[in-house]
């Protein structure tokens, strides 16, 4: 017997096993007091705004099991209303006073007063569009360059003179390799200009067409240019990724601005005993710092940081042991960067209780969705999953009943010499047909093809599965083989394969213990499935369901999403 433990999922992700169909009827319209719900749960709402966020969710995030949901929203509705039943039910048994809950609440609340204080300061930044259109710009140029390295710089300001006075710049650099004292670029080819080396772009970007670049130095050599032509093709999707660019920078710079001025309102470090501290000594224990209570940054209205705090919080941060850390001397130059990261918390929640963030609408639908989806995980695992179990037995019938799905392919390993002509590759059979040797063969049979020279043909070198993917002829010329045999190939068009079969593997059913886990996970999901329908049965007989929102009246909001 085994249990199969698989990833609680939160409620916007566990719509797929809320599937319960139930009676309920479309009540009369709804009363001023009631106009913003969809339904009611026991008395709990179903907000218009909730309905609208999870059908939102689930287009972004469309999955074919989802299909049914999203094209029906009065199934969506039906499947939250049995979401809600669960988190009531969870309640009820006093889930959400487990401490796992509790901790995982209290670390999001916070993360999520950050988040919204964050977007808060950055919501009317707007993308620079001068910056947008200056890399734009430079994104969708390309330049048409003709170029030389040069290994001695005498030789390249030789050229660079001859250059000026009127010499054609193919003919000398085509002399220079000629001679050995340069190489060649590519040419002919277009290269937009950020993907230039930077020393190249910098002198590019003053450059018109048709003129020589002076001497640049890259690397051990040194090069000049010829900008033979530039072009812009205009691109809507490189401008919307290059205007995302520069937004995301500006706001970045905002927020370490941002950072800064709470830091200075809030904090005082004390620089004298931070700087005093030393974690690289091996004359000190680190022990002896967990257990240190001298403040090292004082937070107005808050929470001290000690160096204990600070200690902590490196050894989380030195996850493969303090000792390793030590060794390689990193600890000090780490500590500031983690007290910054300590205290800029403290003093951002600080900031966001200030500014009421948490009484934001935003705040408490986060925070009221993502205590629903823990409250689902947990019913599913300290509930349903215990009372699952999948038996071997059920595993092995399941097998022998599906021996299509859990089967292993017929595998042929072959290594394959090509031929232009046919016949020079039944010439080379015979050979092999008399005892002799395939590298033999491969070094000296003529008429070979080189494969570099046949891309658009496959090459069959390797391990192949049979399988229908596989050419027609192919699978014929390489049925019934054994290992050690030698098959002739012609490609429709192509050259003549001649194959050489080195091992084969025959189809059949899967080991037991390949598929097991595979089969396990599925029948433990049914059979969870099955136990939630059947959860979910019980309790909507005894529960009060009241929807105030029609099937239409649904569809109109679903279509509102995306309009």
């Known amino acids: 017997m085994k249990r199969y433990l698989l990833p609680v999922i939160v409620v916007s992700g566990a719509l797929v096993f809320l599937g319960v169909g139930g009676r309920f009827a479309y009540s009369k319209p709804p009363s001023a007091n009631t106009r913003n719900m969809v339904a009611e749960v026991n008395g709990e709402a179903i907000t218009r705004g909730a309905f609208e966020r999870q059908m939102a969710l689930l287009h972004m995030n469309a999955g074919e099991k989802e299909t049914k949901v999203r094209k029906d929203p009065a199934e969506l509705l039906n499947r939250m209303i049995n979401g809600r039943l669960i988190i009531q039910e969870a309640g009820n048994i006093g889930l959400d006073q487990v401490s796992k809950v509790k901790v995982a609440m209290d670390t999001f609340r916070q993360r999520a007063r950050r988040q919204l204080l964050y977007s808060y300061h950055v919501r009317n930044i707007k993308a620079d569009q001068k910056a947008v259109e200056r890399l734009y710009k430079a994104s969708i140029k390309e330049m048409r360059i003709s170029s030389v390295l040069v290994d001695k710089e005498e030789d390249a300001r030789q050229l660079e003179n001859d250059l000026k006075i009127g010499g054609d710049f193919g003919i000398l650099t085509g002399k220079l390799v000629a001679e050995g004292k340069g190489k060649g670029g590519q040419e002919g080819v277009y290269i937009k200009e950020k993907d230039l080396l930077p020393e190249v772009a910098k002198v590019m970007s003053t450059m018109k067409a048709g003129e020589v670049s002076p001497v640049v130095p890259i690397g051990k050599g040194f090069s000049l240019f010829r900008l033979e032509d530039i072009r812009s ?13 520069v937004l995301k920078k500006q706001k970045t710079v905002a927020l370490e601005g941002y950072a800064e001025a709470v830091k200075k309102k809030y904090v005082e470090i004390d620089a004298k005993l931070l700087d005093r501290l030393d974690y690289d000594s091996p004359g000190i224990g680190f022990e002896a710092f967990l257990r240190d209570k001298r403040v090292v940054a004082r937070v107005k209205g808050g929470k001290p ?48 209780k200030r500014l009421k963030i948490d009484r934001s609408k935003n705040y408490k639908d986060m925070v009221e969705e993502t205590r629903e989806g823990l409250l689902f995980g947990v019913f599913i695992a300290k509930v349903i999953d215990p009372g699952i179990h999948v038996e071997d037995e059920e595993i092995r019938k399941y097998q022998e009943a599906h021996p299509k799905e859990y089967s292993s392919p017929g595998t042929v390993t072959i290594q394959s010499l090509l031929f232009k002509k046919q016949e020079d590759a039944v010439d080379a059979f015979d050979k092999l047909r008399n005892r002799s040797e395939f590298i033999w063969v491969r070094q000296n049979a003529p008429g070979q093809v080189d494969p570099e020279e046949v891309k658009d043909f496959p090459i069959y070198d390797g391990v192949n599965i049979l399988s229908d993917a596989m050419p027609e002829e192919f699978r014929k010329a390489v049925s019934g083989v054994r290992s050690g045999d030698f098959r002739l190939y012609s490609s429709p068009e192509g050259p003549t394969y001649l194959l050489y079969v080195t091992a084969v593997t025959f189809p059949g059913p899967k080991p037991f213990e390949s598929a097991r886990e595979e089969i396990g996970k599925k029948l433990f999901l049914e059979k969870r499935q099955a136990a939630l329908d059947a959860y979910i049965k019980k309790i909507r007989e005894s529960s009060l369901i009241k929807v105030h929102a029609s099937s239409s009246q649904l569809e109109e909001i679903a279509s509102g999403l995306h309009n």
Do not use: C, M, W, Y
């Open 233 to 245: 093709e205009e691109s809507p999707a490189v401008r919307r990724q290059v205007e995302g660019g």
């Open 305 to 352: 940081v000690t160096v204990k705090d600070l200690t902590e919080a490196l050894e989380k941060k030195f996850f493969h042991g303090v000792e390793k850390g030590n060794q390689s001397k990193r600890i000090n130059l780490k500590k500031k960067e983690v007290l910054d990261e300590l205290v800029l918390k403290r003093a951002f929640d600080l900031e966001a």
